[in-house]
């Protein structure tokens, strides 16, 4: 047995002993401060959503998403593909990734899109981890997103009269908040020869609302009179930008005020219609002009007039390509510009110049649909509205 006296000592160690402490005991502000240092946001999400306590602190903090976002920009997971014209659904190419959350986030995924597997479906846009695909014999539209593995939300698609020999198909767009995820609304553009008509669907009523046609000034026409006389828009900040095809005009479209306008391109693109262009934005959302000379450079306009770079482009950088015809341009996100070569898939970054490898282009496919960007889950970003009530439904727990 134990003497008095080892027993006194035990009991004298014990009360010098600091209480047991860990990472649960942290207060928000430290818990967030280790979590802004994470590598990726894939990790982020594995991290945040391991107990109640830490999805709470991440979704309660606006500023720190901020942050995090301006520190670590929404990774490309993939691109969707198409084989041939003919093929119901497209095909996913991930990117070439060391990070283990990002690929442990592709392969837990549904990218193979197995609940759309009836009828044929295109992708139209995608924006926020969601997929806007369109189904032209059963007149519809499905929001897929193949992260969370949810059923898909079908709508139905307003009567424009969109496919026939007249009105055209100009594009959709999917319009929604990084910081409100239960809200949302899908635009859909149409135009004929001289003339655009908007549609707007909104998650809040479920319907569409269709905008009465504007005319467009006959000066954005082609020379021949082609009635393609529009290429394919892209999103910016809030505004839809589409090049006419003459290569002379830029339409715009804001789609806070659902107004139309009409602006000159800069001298250094008019009349060159066979040149490579996208429009894309910086991590702050200006819109930026990239465009490919067909030589060995690539030029980056921005503004030089108003915040929406309407009156006006300037010369902002320029990238000198090791190879005149290495790759073309598919895609613009996040400050960044996506190429494609027949054998790789890169990203330039409009900042620094810097080019990337991502992944290796071996899925035999010609055209590029979409790109995909991986998300921020509805779960990390708050408890508000009617995300709170499913959140906090005792059916959902």
């Given at each position: 047995m134990a003497s008095g006296r080892q027993r006194s000592r035990r009991r004298r160690r014990g009360g010098n002993q600091a209480p047991a402490t860990g990472i649960g005991s942290f207060?928000?502000?430290?818990?967030?401060?280790?979590?802004?240092?994470?590598?990726?946001?894939?990790?982020?999400?594995?991290?945040?959503?391991t107990c109640r306590a830490w999805r709470s602190a991440v979704a309660s903090s606006p500023s720190f998403r901020r942050r995090f976002r301006a520190l670590r920009p929404a990774p490309l997971l993939g691109v969707f593909s198409y084989l041939h014209a003919s093929a119901p659904l497209p095909v996913f190419a991930p990117t070439y990734c060391r990070d283990r959350d990002v690929l442990a986030a592709v392969r837990s995924s549904d990218f193979f899109l197995t609940s759309l597997l009836d009828g044929s479906w295109h992708v139209d846009c995608c924006h926020d981890g969601?997929?806007?695909?369109a189904n032209t014999q059963s007149a519809q539209l499905a929001m897929v997103n193949?992260?969370?593995?949810?059923?898909?939300?079908?709508?139905?698609l307003p009567d424009m009269g969109a496919g026939t020999p007249e009105i055209l198909f100009l594009g959709m767009f999917l319009l929604s908040s990084e910081e409100d995820p239960m809200s949302f609304r899908v635009l859909w553009v149409c135009y004929d020869a001289c003339r655009v008509r908007a549609a707007v669907f909104s998650s809040d009523t479920w319907d569409w609302r269709v905008h009465p046609w504007e005319g467009v000034p006959d000066r954005t026409l082609p020379h021949d009179g082609d009635k393609y006389w529009l290429r394919s828009g892209n999103l910016v900040d809030g505004t839809v930008y589409w090049l006419c095809e003459n290569m002379e005009y830029l339409l715009t479209l804001d789609t806070e005020t659902m107004e139309f306008s009409v602006s000159?391109?800069?001298?250094?693109?008019?009349?060159?219609p066979h040149c490579s262009v996208i429009i894309g934005?910086?991590?702050?959302?200006?819109?930026?002009?990239?465009?490919?000379?067909?030589?060995?450079?690539?030029?980056?306009?921005?503004?030089?007039?108003?915040e929406k770079g309407i009156d006006g482009w300037e010369l902002d950088r320029v990238y000198h390509k090791d190879d005149p015809g290495m790759f073309y341009m598919v895609a613009s996100k996040d400050g960044f510009v996506y190429l494609a070569s027949v054998e790789m898939l890169y990203s330039l970054c409009l900042e620094t110049l810097h080019l990337e490898k991502l992944a290796p282009r071996t899925f035999g496919a010609n055209y590029i649909s979409s790109s995909y960007f991986m998300a921020w889950p509805p779960s990390l970003v708050g408890n508000y509205g009617r995300f709170a009530v499913l959140e906090d439904?005792?059916?959902n727990a």
């Open positions: 207060s928000d502000d430290i818990l967030l401060e280790i979590f802004v240092r994470l590598p990726s946001l894939a990790t982020l999400v594995r991290a945040a959503l969601y997929l806007v695909l193949p992260l969370a593995r949810y059923s898909p939300d079908y709508i139905v000159e391109l800069p001298p250094c693109l008019k009349g060159r934005g910086t991590k702050g959302g200006a819109p930026r002009i990239v465009y490919d000379t067909g030589n060995d450079i690539i030029q980056v306009l921005m503004p030089g007039g108003d439904d005792p059916c």
